[in-house]
């Protein structure tokens, strides 16, 4: 996704090949928007929200700079010093008719910037987008505050983006888009800790009454009824087939998979307008895979792989798959990026903290190498897979950089373990016990979904769907 530079932004020289042919549909997918939502909704829209979110931060706000564009594998880049957050009024374009300001997005739509390159901006009045009280679809395992985490400074900092901005998010413009449709994340915890972020973000838009969860095995519900619209996940941490594929009971230290047998899951996915994928974590228990061919066959037989060659296998499956039976008329597919943990405190220059525990602040003035493990190989892997796929465009989310900076904001140890608190004793034993794979929400993964937001409120997808 591409959006057009603020007219002031400090040039970032020659553009990437990728940015150069972004530019040329720039044009189309913002004027789809126009097209698509009538001027007044348009126009309260940009008034909120300068057609692109303005900065707001004041002067001397902490950012947390230096996540490159990792679109393509490394060289990898250390993190830069923290700067200042230059801002424009939020109010700036507030007299602009629609029309005007859809065309300034116009006259700059040549000009466009990568928006997973930037710093982590500290904006105490833009975020969090939402509070952790007010959302009570929360589950257990993500609500840091009402686990006793003492500081909400994880819940206060915003992607800025280098040389422009990233769209404010709408819920109610999301909502219009998602009328009459289906949205589903798929894949493993943390497409379900991204899954819930998606949830809190739009269910205030809907009444009480109005809205449902509902959880049917590996399958949760989430419908607000006055858009007949979804937004469903589904558990399938390998996305092919495994025998971790319970959604309660799966912590299997011998993790099996059938890299060519993806229907049973598929079948829940067939129809979704959007569906947002994910496979990582799991792959990171050894460095090779077990590879079954027959489940039902007893004992069970399996060959091993390196895990990158069998990561690659799946992929091919998986991309089998969508180019088959998505419409890319009517559809849409997104692929998350991996999402680093941060259980090697030494590789942000800590070597005597205790993984995250403790970490109140995001990677700043770390100059070095962020060195946290993230397997670097299985990124290049998913991103050169969906790259190549034609039949089926597929928006790669590059997550990975930008949040390999916020060792800060995971769950650490205010959560769950095996369905239960930690109690005070485990606790006071974060060695063994803290969570620095998944993310307190208001946190990281509401940064994810801006992104996702705005493939989606860009794109111009068939917009009469059948009632289902």
Known sequence: MRIPRRKAAVALGVPSRRAQI??????????????????????????????YNSLSATTGAESAEGATDRSDPPPRHGQGQADEASSSSPGEHADESPAAAVKEVVDHAEESCDLYSGRWVHDEANAPLY??????????????????????????????????????????????????????????????????????????????DKKKLVKNGSLNVFRLHEYNATIEFYWAPFLVESNSDDPDIHSIPNRMIMPTSIAKHAANWIGVDYLIFNTYI??????????????????????????????????????????????????????????????????????????????????????????????????????????????????????????????????SVHTLRQGKLLTKEQQANPRKFADCIHWCLPGVPDTWNEFIYGHIVSSRQTEDQSQR
């Open 22 to 51: 972004a530019a040329v549909f720039a044009l189309a997918v913002l004027l789809g928007v126009s097209v698509l939502y009538d001027s007044a909704h348009i126009a309260a829209s940009l008034r909120r929200h300068s057609g």
């Open 131 to 208: 509070k952790e009280a007010d959302c009570e679809f929360l589950t257990e395992q993500v609500v840091c505050m009402r686990n006793g985490r003492r500081s909400d400074e994880y819940q206060k900092w915003r992607w800025q983006p280098d040389g422009c901005d990233l769209p404010r998010f709408d819920a109610k413009l999301l909502l219009e888009k998602l009328r009459n449709k289906r949205m589903m994340f798929v894949g493993d915890s943390l497409n379900r800790n991204q899954w819930e972020s998606m949830v809190c973000l739009v269910q205030a838009e809907a009444p009480w």
């Open 282 to 411: 799991w792959w990171m228990n050894t460095p090779k895979m077990k590879i079954v061919h027959d489940f039902a066959r007893k004992p069970v037989q399996y060959d091993e792989l390196d895990r990158v060659v069998a990561y690659r296998q799946i992929l091919k499956t998986w991309s089998g798959w969508v180019e088959e039976h998505v419409d890319p008329k009517r559809q849409m597919v997104l692929f998350m990026s991996v999402s680093p943990v941060h259980m090697q405190s030494e590789g942000w220059g800590k070597p005597n903290n205790i993984k995250c525990f403790s970490e109140t602040q995001p990677a700043l003035n770390y100059n070095k190498t962020l060195e946290l493990g993230t397997d670097w190989d299985l990124f290049s892997a998913s991103n050169e897979v969906t790259k190549a796929m034609k039949k089926v465009p597929v928006h790669f989310i590059n997550i990975t950089a930008l949040s390999e900076i916020r060792k800060d904001a995971h769950t």
